[in-house]
């Protein structure tokens, strides 16, 4: 069984990888801003893409499709780090 520390990581690395492929989708079908659902989820997700601006261009597909590599690669980032994490909290439970 999973240990509680291992679970909170899993649950907040879960919540950061779900709003970055929330932004990803919503960039690549050209979702308003104006929308106060997809303005949250911009600004919420945007420190989290802060180590990763300016890695990857950002290609524009025409009428304001956005491929955002920056926040795909970042995705994948906070999964394998993720990941560590849990198995770094795995390593260090303690036997009883």
């Known amino acids: 069984m999973r240990n ?3 679970q909170l990581a899993a649950a907040l690395f879960g919540i950061i990888e779900l709003m970055l492929v929330f932004r990803f989708i919503l960039k690549l079908l050209g979702a308003s801003a ?5 303005s949250w989820i911009y600004e919420t997700s945007q ?3 802060k180590p990763f601006l300016f890695a990857f261009p950002t290609s524009s597909i025409k ?3 956005i491929l955002e590599f ?8 906070y999964a394998f780090i993720g990941y560590v994490i849990q198995e770094v909290l795995g390593l260090m439970k303690i036997k009883k």
């Open 4 to 6: 509680l520390y291992q």
């Open 34 to 38: 104006r929308a106060g659902f997809v």
């Open 47 to 49: 420190p989290l893409l």
């Open 63 to 65: 009428d304001g499709y």
């Open 70 to 77: 920056t926040t795909l690669f970042a995705i994948f980032a």
